[in-house]
């Protein structure tokens, strides 16, 4: 019997995805148009909100204007990398210009592609969208697994602010 707890702790344990005060996962993606890659590592010393999303998933269409919204508030030592697992890049870029056209203005943060799902395979993500507020030093402060609506960004404008 003890035995088979030990298992079934380390089945668990294995399951489980990052959780607040881990690490950020060091990724390489390219931006949507395929142009340049970034890393993690190129955000360090910014607050970063790191958010996994598709052109399919209909919370994220609920999200993503806020998202631009959000984005313009914080000119400097916030950044929101919003990274797609479309596996067609197309979808994705029409979806954005969808979003553009609503609101009247242009993608004031960076789009990453990850058409192998590299990243949300890597957090173990259990959901779309999935967003993680990290700090300056790269440490998950937060982990947003669902929409997020104009109430919900408030509040995280104040976590933003105390990390800031």
Not at 65 to 81: A, D, M, S
């Amino acid at each position: 019997m003890k035995t088979l707890i030990i298992i079934l702790a380390l089945i668990a344990n294995l399951a489980a995805g990052v959780v607040e005060g881990d690490k950020a996962i060091a990724f390489s993606l390219k931006d949507l148009e395929g142009s340049k890659s970034y890393t993690m590592e190129d955000f360090k010393g910014e607050v970063v909100l790191l958010n996994l999303w598709a052109s399919w998933c209909s919370g994220c269409k609920e999200e993503m204007p806020e998202f631009y919204k959000l984005q313009k508030q914080y000119p400097k030592g916030f950044k929101i990398v919003a990274v797609s697992i479309d596996s067609d890049a197309g979808k994705s870029e029409e979806f954005l210009a969808s979003v553009e056209e609503e609101l009247g203005m242009k993608r004031p943060f960076i789009v990453l592609h990850d058409n192998e799902k590299k990243l949300p395979k890597s957090y173990r993500c259990i959901g779309m969208p999935s967003s993680y507020l990290i700090d300056k030093e790269g440490v998950i402060r937060k982990i947003i697994v669902g929409s997020l609506n104009s109430e919900d960004i408030e509040a995280l404008r104040h976590d933003i602010d105390a990390l800031r």
